[in-house]
């Protein structure tokens, strides 16, 4: 697929590849057998985590014996262990013995190992300091395996991609808490970041449920994390039960003109036992329908006010359900705030919109529907001053895309409709990198949540080139990811990955918009 980054570690890491076994102080090249066949598993490798990041699959026709195995890493990162698995074709899973040199980043087997004969695998994974480098990149190569006497190489190895780090910032578990989902991130005007989720307290399931939003901040670009908090939590509103009255969804915005900071999420009140994408109903009450809720911290997110309702005068009495888009809002450039949003008409069609404010959020309006059978949008300023709504669409296979020129009120079909961004239904982030590029992720397939990617458009969103494309995460997850512009040059990119529920990485501007 797609980039850009093919392995090459003299360019990306300064470091030479390894790719021999040496023996006897002589390098040695060992011939490569197709039968035994290198898979790299390209995920976010995570701190303090075992992450398995390759896989060797080999099918025996007779019983053999592993007579020897040698895997190298490379890259200044601070390895914990390496350790290797044996999958068997009945499910058994076994540990191989090897010992790890730290200091020279290598595995080798100590005790030889009878294999039986059918399709077997060999999990390679790697164990990473609590606070290795979110910044940092490594390799790894399998110069030599020996099987039954004879010294080969696996093929599958000439282009592997670097690793990259990820924090698990929210996980299963966490503050006792079932499931973190739905990420939002921004910076504030001090540099902080801002990253929201749902706190799923009870299991994973969408509204109705315990559901509270929960705020993270990092001072210092994203390297380390203040402690959780729940910002916008209903309690037992009603006099009915947490679990009645959840709340999630949520996105965040900055006002860069005062610093302030908004996140409003979707508040469902009673309807237990039924999603709230079913359950709500034609209304502007909370016990009919669900609820708009806006929250505000004046002081970079340490704290923020009670959760305020700002459904009506937006909603229409007839939609059967009206609130924001996940992720993130904007500033544009005259101060105007605003936010993706959607709702369900009369005929439970859902439309993609905006809701905005032009009095630094004292006040919000709403637009019309750009387009039917649209739900979860982002939305970004171009640079001739239109607004431009990316959709996710019901129909599947691409992101809907239209523009704006009078605030929501008319919206016209964009060239790069339902064509230019492959997608599995599902929420996708879209921001502006300074006034040249325009940055975009999803789950760039069309059969499932899982390709992680982040592309880059030099022409407003025209054309999304495969050489401005950076893989994450090559295997299935949620996958929501929101994105936000860290310093001149980098991004950070919070995300449901395959190895945490929030998944927080570093990415180099440069190793995006790369003129390789």
Not at 54 to 82: H, V, Y
Not at 122 to 144: C, H, T, Y
Not at 161 to 188: H, M, N, Q, W
Not at 337 to 347: E, G, P, R, T
């Amino acid at each position: 697929m797609k980039k850009i980054e093919i392995f090459n570690l003299n360019l990306l890491l300064g470091i030479s590849l390894i790719i021999s076994f040496y023996a006897c102080g002589e390098k040695q090249d060992f011939p490569i057998n197709e039968k035994i066949i290198f898979q790299q598993v390209y995920v976010p490798v995570i701190q303090g985590k075992t992450t398995t990041i390759a896989k060797l699959e080999i099918k025996t026709e007779q019983q053999e014996m592993l007579n020897g195995l040698e895997i190298e890493l490379q890259g200044d990162i601070d390895f914990t262990s390496l350790s290797i698995n044996l999958l068997l074709e009945d499910g058994t899973k076994e540990s191989l013995q090897g010992t790890f040199n730290k200091e020279e980043k290598s595995w080798s087997l100590t005790e030889e190992k009878s294999l039986p004969t059918g399709k077997l695998a060999m999990n390679i994974n790697v164990d990473l300091a609590e606070n290795a480098d979110l910044k940092g990149r490594f390799s790894l190569q399998v110069p030599m395996i020996e099987i039954s006497g004879e010294k080969v190489q696996p093929s599958g190895q000439k282009e592997n991609l670097a690793y990259r780090i990820g924090k698990s910032l929210r996980t299963e578990g966490d503050d006792g808490v079932a499931a973190f989902r739905i990420p939002g991130l921004a910076t504030s005007t001090k540099g902080t970041l801002l990253a929201v989720y749902d706190v799923r307290h009870d299991d994973s399931s969408d509204l109705q449920g315990n559901i509270d939003v929960g705020l993270s901040r990092s001072e210092d670009g994203g390297n380390t994390w203040n402690p959780m908090q729940i910002i916008m939590d209903m309690g037992e509103w009603g006099n009915l039960p947490e679990d009645q009255n959840g709340i999630g969804d949520p996105s965040i915005l900055v006002d860069p003109v005062n610093g302030d900071i908004y996140v409003v999420a979707l508040w469902l009140h009673g309807k237990p036992g039924t999603a709230a994408w079913r359950s709500s109903e034609p209304g502007l009450t909370p016990d009919k329908t669900g609820q708009l809720m806006i929250v505000k911290s004046e002081d970079d997110g340490k704290t923020w006010t009670a959760p305020s309702n700002i459904t009506q005068p937006m909603k229409d009495a007839s939609w059967q359900l009206f609130f924001n888009g996940p992720g993130k809002g904007i500033a544009m450039k005259d101060g105007t705030l605003v936010f993706a949003a959607q709702y369900k008409d009369h005929d439970q069609i859902p439309h993609s919109t905006i809701i905005y404010s032009k009095d630094h959020g004292v006040s919000w309006q709403v637009g019309t529907g750009a387009r039917s059978k649209t739900t979860e949008a982002q939305v970004v300023e171009l640079s001739d001053g239109q607004l431009m709504l990316n959709m996710r669409d019901d129909r599947g296979g691409s992101r809907a895309v239209y523009t704006t020129v009078d605030m929501g009120n008319s919206w016209n079909e964009h060239s790069s409709n339902r064509g230019a961004l492959v997608e599995p239904i599902c929420m996708a982030s879209l921001i502006r990198f300074n006034s040249e590029y325009l940055l975009f992720s999803n789950p760039a397939s069309t059969e499932g949540r899982y390709n992680i990617t982040v592309k880059a458009s030099d022409d407003e969103g025209i054309t999304w080139p495969e050489k401005y494309q950076v893989l994450l995460d090559d295997q299935k997850g949620w996958g929501y990811s929101c994105m936000t512009k860290i310093n001149e040059g980098e991004i950070g990119i919070l995300y449901e990955s395959s190895q945490a529920h929030m998944t927080f990485q570093i990415l180099p501007i440069n190793e995006i918009i790369s003129s390789e």
